[in-house]
């Protein structure tokens, strides 16, 4: 039996309590169906990830967006406080921002803001995701002001860029194509948004739609490919497997979700229903498959000779002293699957990029109860470059047969 | 035995809770630091003003218990504070219980590696006064003389064969006179001191039976964690009362006087934790936001030019050096160092309109009960504070702020409350090792042998704060001169200079030797290069030193043909050698280690030849030196405390590095040295050592020297990749 | 309310599911052996057995234990061999000085003598380097397991 059985109850279990909850509030107040939709929605929106500051009060914005070649914005503070949040916004305003990326006054928004996605849901459903978000706390922070380089200092040249690559609209369904796969459309293409991170950019920092889903680099990281090609991208992936990934930010084999996926997971998608998770993987896996050149090396299977690490290499010394805590000598997870990294594409793609930044700056994921499981990250203290960069090259040629570069690993570290 | 009593109730009427009814209760003063040692001893009821603090206590029931103010935090005190008494006493080991005792006799203060230096007479005289009077109890039964008496084993025996118990004469024995001189047994007949016994206190701990601070379980209690302002002097601006109460579990949200800090309180830990996340305290940082690191090491460096205090000298150094054949000078720098106990603070504290408990790991009992006095407002007498197991003092427990902080916290609360810290609260805002700037010159003949020496310290005077009656009135901190005054070396002139430098943004304190570990640093760094300078082998140059001086000349060959200082070394190996008189000890340490890649160290055999005088448990001495080295090299290798903004950049182990096991060297031999001296401290002896031997050992491995600690830090390994 | 088994008995505890093993032994069930040091697994202080393998009690959520058995060193048994010959190693070469991570190195210990029974120094560092010592007991540490899997053999 899987270890993740018992979170596949849980997930079950959740997704009838939603069911449950949706019914109970029809009976109560006509309202409270409403709120339901709108938290669902702006859940799966992730809002909350990109509207609250590191350790920040929820929603009241503040975190920071460093855009190549545009400078530093910062989120807005989108609770319902009337002077510093969105309090005194009309519907339609809100509408029109989320959507068109026009703020009041005719403030064009930033493209850090995904409204050409969020673009696909309808003016409704924008409505009832607003009416709950007017229930969340008030927060009277006001975030710092954007750092942009010229020309994008002047908000007006967003409507040139709109113009390019601007707001879509919500679709009817394609009637060729099972519901399911409609419903994962629409998550994935709007509230999901998941193209903002894994599709690469063009030249006007627009989605490429040719190579959509293929992989980009972002906030330092890279989102890796999910188009279903077999070797680049998740066409090696079993269905359960990847709902289970998307569902719970683990799956065995495949390893665990860190930095802004971790993120995505913990704010928006252990919120769905298992029923939208599993139309968010037969969208996925109609995808066009995309080749592309970050294709993993393969893993190596670690015979775990009694958990003993070798310790003729500094990086195994320091991989058994500060990491084994954890992910055991065979990198199976001590006290939880959440740490079992077999298998993890970080370990061995994109010249260990991913991974040394984790190990930099950790990660954490809060799973379907609640409970949050978290990498400190090493840097900045005891640990020297050349102690993360010997772990990393460690981890790297110890689970997989990756061939890393101190250089490409250097990079890394110094990257953002 | 029992080794696991806290002492629970508040204590009233002394006599009556240590004694009950019947048997022999004899007093004496816990010699400390400051107190005169030898004052003596007194059965309870004397009418002199006189505050004993540690008692034998024999039961007619023949229970033999001993009442202990000091702390065991580690070192083995227990035992061998036992070892003394048991040894005069007559009673073996394993028929002593013990007891803590209840503070109020004097400046309780376990600290310094004073212990068996303070105890080594008064205890074993107490031992003997007890059994004076026991025997003497016994010979006048059976009409006797008490020369004819022998005691073994808690029992007295007379020539004729009869016997009588300790327990069986204590009442009487209580009535006689203690003699003013008891006799003392000579080494030669020792049954316990210098031979080896086992640590009275590890089955509880390998049990997990022993109760530290963090353990205590008072009926009726709750958790608190506590954020304190990340910047020292800051106070709180705002944080979210309602989100915090929400969390399932949280009882209450408390705010010291102050508002330098804030109480979350829950049903356990993880309620109080997760209610602090809810909370999100904000804060006013004040003046200190400005400081970071570098604030502070350019304070510093500004103290090497200007006016000094010269606590002492010899000769005119200066105009010697001027005119000696060559001179070389060397500056050395030292970071702020956090403790980072294993246990992390911690303190129970109930306080009701008539009285207050507090339950804690201190080194300070005194000091415990007099802040819980004046906050409470309560008289000292209605104060108990009861003293726990220390999970690592390395002198963090001579601070008593967390007492303070916690009771400040009881008292608006009716239920007793436990505050722990979360490991990014100790190491945030622990009180630190300075960060010291040395500057040391010596004037040097034609073979390169020291004709003077001036040495420049700046940086805080710790005793200013903690003791300020101590600060000598030039103001100096007098704990600077261990290894930097008190050493081996005899110089012909010797200039001591200090330039007091109080960090900003930060409170510093004492750690595991700071003055020795300090001083140590720099002056076996300096005599190596010296030696270098000089083309001499660096043994062979301390010898030269210290021929006269024959304590420091033991150990010196000691350790260098222990540790085949004079064979050749396998390829990419280096040693380094440091000597030292602290603490009342001498040592010599060789360190052997490789340095496989540049800035890669591996240290494979440490060597010690160490002379503490007359040794009461051996092993325990080796244990303290093994265990003191490998905290050494902890900080020598990776730890530094740095600043920016004001907040301190280091927060958990991730980032706050100590030696594991598969870093910590494969062997270490620690060789004692027969000795008739007096015992000196050990404790720190061994951290003192580790910086001084590793630096010369990677000095000798690379070819030049790192005066910069910590050895591996990214400052040091950038000037390496800049070469 | 969440059902655990913890040193052969059945408890209900009325916690959150993300608390961890750690707080449920020390702050609700009053099993205070098992110590507090970092909340993050880099010290090892807080090792108990699930299902007779050591792990790490800080970070280990009870909701999701399920129905696997937790030990801690108060019900490490005696009669057990591997646990009597590592009690009677550490007590024999007074491993201990402070004491407080004793405990998570005597759970680490026993649960590497079972799984490797003559451990070579290699395999010794792999399973107790997560373990630390502020003290610095980490040699006695090692001949004590030495001493110890030689006594079980
Ligand atoms: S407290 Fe669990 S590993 Fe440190
Ligand atoms: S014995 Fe003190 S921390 Fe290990």
């Known amino acids: 039996m899987s270890r993740f059985s018992h979170a596949r109850a849980l997930l079950t279990g959740s997704g009838l309590a939603t069911l449950a909850l949706l019914s109970s509030l029809n009976t109560a107040r006509a309202d409270s169906a409403v709120l339901a939709r709108g938290e ?92 709950w978000l007017a229930t969340v706390p008030k927060s009277a922070n006001t975030p710092p002001a954007n750092r942009l380089r010229f020309p994008f200092s002047i908000r007006a040249i967003m409507i040139g860029w709109n113009l390019l690559n601007g707001p879509r609209s919500s679709y009817p369904d394609d009637p060729s194509k099972s519901a399911e796969w409609n419903r994962g459309r629409t998550l994935v293409e709007g509230p999901g948004h998941c193209a903002d991170c894994h599709s690469p950019r063009t030249l006007t920092s627009g989605l490429s739609t040719s190579r959509a889903f293929a992989g980009n680099t972002i906030n330092g990281l890279r989102a890796y490919n999910i188009t279903p090609d077999r070797t680049s991208g998740i066409g090696g992936w079993t269905d359960e497997a990847l709902a289970q990934y998307l569902a719970t930010g683990h799956a065995d084999g495949h390893g665990t979700a860190s930095a802004d996926m971790a993120e995505v997971i913990t704010y928006s998608l252990r919120h769905l229903t298992p029923g939208d998770i599993r139309a968010m993987v037969t969208y996925l896996r109609d995808l ?125 570290m110094d990257a953002k | 035995m029992t080794q696991n009593a806290p002492n629970r109730g508040p204590h009233t009427g002394r006599r009556g809770l240590l004694l009950g009814g019947g048997g022999l209760l004899l007093a004496t003063l816990w010699p400390v630091k400051g107190l005169r040692a030898d004052a003596g001893m007194l059965v309870e009821d004397s009418t002199a003003p006189f505050a004993p603090n540690a008692y034998i206590r024999i039961t007619p029931d023949n229970r033999i218990t001993l009442i202990l103010p000091n702390i065991e935090m580690g070192q083995g005190i227990y035992t061998s504070s036992v070892m003394l008494i048991a040894e005069e006493l007559g009673v073996d080991l394993n028929q002593i219980e013990m007891e803590a005792a209840p503070p109020g006799g004097g400046a309780e203060i376990t600290g310094g590696s004073m212990s068996i230096m303070t105890e080594w007479k008064p205890l074993r005289e107490a031992g003997a006064a007890a059994r004076t009077v026991l025997v003497q109890a016994a010979a006048k039964r059976w009409n006797a003389k008490p020369e004819s008496c022998t005691v073994e084993s808690g029992t007295i ?12 004469v204590a009442s009487d024995a209580a009535k006689l006179p203690l003699p003013k001189e008891p006799q003392l047994k000579s080494a030669a007949q020792y049954r316990l001191i210098g031979k080896p016994q086992h640590r009275l206190d590890s089955v509880v701990k390998v049990e997990g039976r022993a109760v530290f601070g963090i353990d205590v379980q008072i009926p009726g209690q709750k958790i608190g964690t506590v954020a304190a302002s990340p910047v020292i002097g800051g106070t709180l601006k705002d944080f979210n009362r309602d989100a915090a109460m929400a969390v399932p579990g949280v009882v209450a949200v408390l705010v010291t006087d102050a508002k330098d800090a804030v109480c ?113 407002g309560l008289p000292k007498e209605k104060i108990a504070v009861h003293s726990q197991y220390i999970g690592g003092g390395f002198g963090r427990r001579l601070e008593h702020e967390y007492i303070t902080q916690c009771v400040q916290f009881a008292k608006q609360v009716p239920y007793p409350l436990k505050i722990v810290w979360s490991r990014e609260e100790d190491i945030t ?50 704990d600077l001169s261990v290894g930097t005054l008190i050493t081996p070396y005899n110089y012909p002139a010797y200039r001591l200079e200090f330039a007091r430098r109080e960090a900003p943004g930060v409170i510093t304190a004492w750690w595991r030797g700071v003055g020795g570990t300090r001083g140590l640093f720099v002056v076996e760094g300096f005599i190596d290069e010296l030696a270098g300078r000089a083309g001499v082998d660096p043994v062979a140059y301390r010898r030269e030193m210290v021929k006269d001086n024959p304590r420091a000349l033991a150990v010196l060959d000691r350790v260098a043909k222990e540790a085949g200082w004079n064979t050749p070394l396998p390829q990419g190996r280096a040693r380094g050698v440091a000597l030292q008189f602290a603490f009342g000890s001498y040592m010599a340490t060789v360190a052997e280690i490789e340095m496989p890649e540049n800035n890669v160290v591996i240290i494979h055999r440490v060597t010690a030849a160490v002379d503490c005088g007359q040794v009461v448990n051996p092993d325990q001495v080796i244990s303290q030196i093994e ?84 050895l591996l830090s990214p400052r040091n390994l950038e000037k390496e990749a800049a070469k | 309310m969440l059902t655990l088994r913890v040193n052969g008995q059945t408890h209900t505890v009325d916690v959150e599911p993300d608390t961890p093993l750690l707080w449920v032994l020390r702050d609700v069930l009053g099993l205070n052996g098992t110590k507090f040091g970092c909340g993050i697994a880099q010290c090892g202080v807080c090792t ?71 451990p070579s120094d290699e395999q010794i560092d792999s399973a107790m380097s997560g373990n630390m010592c502020r003290c610095g007991t980490y040699m006695r540490i090692r001949k004590a397991i030495h001493q110890a899997a030689g006594d079980v053999a």
């Open chain 2, 264 to 376: 979350v309180v829950g049903d356990h830990y993880w309620a109080a934790h997760k209610g602090l996340m809810a909370l999100h305290p904000e804060w006013n940082e004040g003046e200190n936001a400005k400081v970071t690191t570098q604030t502070v090491y350019d304070q510093l460096h500004d103290g090497l030019k200007g006016p000094a205090i010269v606590p002492t000298s010899k000769g005119d150094a200066p105009a010697i050096i001027a005119k000696s054949h060559a001179h070389y000078s060397a500056v050395y720098q030292q970071p702020l160092l956090a403790h980072s106990t294993m246990e992390p603070i911690n303190c129970t504290a109930h306080v009701r309109p008539d009285g207050c408990d507090v339950w804690t790991g201190t080194q300070v009992a005194d000091r415990a009960r007099d802040t819980a006095a004046e906050i409470t």
């Open chain 2, 627 to 710: 265990g003191g080295l490998i905290f050494g090299f902890s900080a020598a290798l990776y730890s530094e405390i740095t600043l920016k903004d004001g907040w301190v950049e280091q927060k958990n182990f991730n980032t706050w590095r100590v030696m594991r096991m598969n870093e910590a060297p494969r062997r270490i031999d620690v060789h004692l040295m027969e000795s008739s001296e007096d015992p000196g401290g050990i404790g720190e002896v061994g951290t003192a050592a580790a910086a001084p031997a590793l630096a010369n050992a990677m000095a000798a491995a690379q070819g030049h020297r790192y005066r910069t600690l910590p």
């Open chain 3, 48 to 118: 108990v057995h699930l299902d007779n393998r050591p792990v790490r009690a800080c970070v280990l959520p009870v909701g999701e234990i399920g129905n696997r058995a937790v030990t801690t060193i108060e019900a490490l048994d005696e009669a057990d061999p591997v646990v009597h010959a590592v009690k009677k190693a550490w007590i024999d070469l007074d491993v201990v000085q402070c004491g407080y991570c004793q405990p998570g190195q005597i759970m680490a210990a026993v649960g590497l003598i079972r799984s490797t029974p003559n």
């Open chain 1, 288 to 412: 066009k498959p995309v080749a592309s050149d970050d294709a993993p090396a393969p893993s190596r299977v670690i015979v775990s000779n009694n958990g003993t690490v070798p310790q003729n290499t500094r990086g195994g010394r320091l991989f058994v002293s500060a990491c084994a805590g954890c992910h055991l000598a065979d990198g199976s997870g001590r006290q939880t699957p959440y740490a079992n990294i077999a298998g993890a594409r970080s370990l061995s793609a994109n010249d260990g990029h991913n991974l040394i930044r984790i190990i930099m700056d950790g990660s954490s994921l809060t799973t379907r109860d609640g409970s949050t499981h978290a990498m400190p990250g090493f840097a900045g203290g005891g640990y020297s470059r050349k102690d993360l960069t010997d772990i990393t090259s460690f981890v790297m040629t110890h689970f997989t047969e990756a061939t890393p570069s101190e250089a490409a690993l250097n990079k890394a």
């Open chain 1, 40 to 131: 669902y929605l702006a859940r799966a929106s992730d809002c909350e990830a990109c509207h609250t500051a590191p350790g920040g009060v929820p929603f009241a914005g503040g975190r920071a967006f460093n855009v190549p070649g545009m400078g530093v914005l910062y989120s807005s503070n989108i609770t319902p406080d009337p002077k510093h949040g969105i309090g005194k916004w009309t519907d339609e305003e809100f509408t029109r921002s989320v959507r068109e990326g026009i703020s009041p006054g005719w403030k064009h928004l930033y493209p850090a803001m995904p409204y050409p996605a969020y673009a696909r849901m309808s003016p409704a459903e924008v409505k009832d995701l607003r009416a």
């Open chain 2, 429 to 478: 805002r622990d009180r630190y090792r300075p960060a010291y700037v040395d500057e040391v010159t010596a004037g040097l003949d034609e073979k390169g042998h020291v004709t003077a020496m001036t040495h420049r310290v700046v940086g805080p005077a710790v005793v200013a704060r903690w003791d300020p009656p101590e600060l000598t009135k030039e103001g100096y901190d007098e």
């Open chain 2, 157 to 168: 025996r007379h020539l004729s064969g009869l016997r009588l118990t300790f327990g069986a």
